[in-house]
């Protein structure tokens, strides 16, 4: 066998980790982020914003809206300020699962949390947004007849139009009761340039899952119904973010949080 044919596809959630500084990354992820950043290059201080936009939104959920289950879709590799961290901080008590359709994401989010009685990972794809409703584990931890959690934290962009990513987050939707929330960071093109555009489309289309940048009209489609959390849908840097000391660089990034009435 080739040493061509045993190359691995790059990996989204491996690229992300090289991204933000991880060490869960191969050589293939580290050269497609390496490809990325020449293509939009701050993309890395992005993909900070993003993170540090899920610590707050965490924190805000937990500490003021009073919201003790979390779900988490399309989590990731484990890194700093994982989701039940941070609502255990402010809430003890509170249930987290972690969702992702990745084996190596679910086998390290199980390692992490051997020890957490009240967060478990299980593997489930959000194509199929019934199949995580419907977990048995999940349903164990979590109960949608009341207020709920639901984070779709930089996945979204990863769900392309002919998927029906509309229909997705409306089932979910559907699901969560009256005083739920939802949680969305989206990649955007709104401020890139159609070149860069085109180069990042290239290089994800070769990893595990290709992606599609949406506008800012499109991302806000998906909090259809909902009560927009101040200040509404905005950069991921500008999020409830009361220690930014300076404007922001360009959107790479909307994120928002909705409440269910």
Not at 38 to 49: C, E, G, N, R, Y
Not at 174 to 188: D, E, F, K, P, Q
Not at 236 to 257: D, K, S
């Amino acid at each position: 066998m080739s040493c061509e044919s045993k190359r691995r596809a790059p990996n989204v959630a491996r690229i992300y980790d090289y991204l933000l500084g991880g060490k869960d990354n191969y050589e293939e992820d580290r050269l497609a982020a390496q490809q990325l950043l020449q293509a939009v290059p701050d993309a890395a201080i992005a993909a900070w914003d993003n993170r540090q936009f899920l610590g707050r939104a965490v924190k805000f959920l937990a500490e003021e809206a009073g919201i003790g289950q979390f779900i988490d879709i399309g989590t990731g590799l484990p890194t700093r300020g994982n989701v039940h961290a941070i609502a255990h901080r402010h809430a003890p008590q509170s249930r987290v699962v972690y969702v992702d359709n990745d084996p190596a994401v679910i086998a390290h989010g199980n390692v992490l949390l051997n020890n957490h009685p009240n967060a478990i990972a299980i593997r489930a794809d959000m194509r199929d947004p019934k199949s995580i409703i419907m977990h048995s584990e999940l349903r164990e931890l979590i109960k949608f007849d009341e207020p709920v959690a639901v984070l779709l934290v930089a996945v979204l962009h990863f769900i392309r139009d002919a998927e029906n990513p509309f229909l997705i987050v409306d089932e979910l939707k559907s699901a969560m009761a009256r005083g739920s929330y939802l949680v969305i960071s989206h990649v955007t093109d709104d401020q890139v340039s159609g070149e860069a555009t085109r180069l990042v489309e290239g290089i994800y289309e070769n990893a595990n899952a290709p992606g599609t940048a949406r506008s800012r009209r499109d991302i806000a489609k998906f909090f259809e119904g909902l009560e927009m959390i101040p200040p509404g849908l905005v950069s991921a840097a500008q999020w409830r973010n009361e220690w930014m000391l300076a404007e922001p660089g360009r959107t790479i990034f909307y994120a928002g949080a909705g409440k269910k009435r």
